[in-house]
Nanobody
Framework: QVQLVESGGGLVQAGGSLRLSCAAS????????MGWFRQALGKEREFVAR????????YYADSVKGRFTISKDNTKNTVYLQMNSLRPEDTAIYYC??????????WGQGTQVTVSS
């Protein structure tokens, strides 16, 4: 079992930036992916970005490509989501996950991101 603790959400104006962090503990991550989904009010949870822990390869949803960057710090077992050029439609609860590709095994508690116009 992996425990995930997220931080970094908040309120920002459109065009601004935020960085989310997700620290993992409890199990080795070398064979897993870590990443982020988000869920806006009244909508289904959707994939945002993921990183292959062993290769460092990254993958993004088309809606965030070129604006968001996912990265990791192996020494801290932490994944980051740098979000630039934020838009009101990026407003959602962002959930960190660990799993295989797009199949989450564990979720973080979620962090609210609100982008005002």
């Amino acid at each position: 079992q992996v425990q995930l603790v997220e931080s970094g959400g908040g309120l920002v104006q459109a065009g601004g930036s935020l960085r989310l962090s997700c620290a993992a503990s409890g199990r080795t991550l070398s064979t897993y992916d870590m990443g982020w989904f988000r869920q806006a009010l009244g909508k289904e949870r959707e994939f945002v970005a993921r990183i292959d822990w062993s290769t460092g390869n990254t993958y993004y949803a088309d809606s965030v490509k070129g604006r968001f960057t996912i990265s990791k710090d192996n020494t801290k077992n932490t994944v980051y989501l740098q979000m630039n050029s934020l838009r009101p439609e990026d407003t959602a609860i962002y959930y960190c996950y660990v799993g295989y590709r797009l199949t989450p095994h564990n979720w973080g508690q979620g962090t609210q991101v609100t982008v005002s116009s």
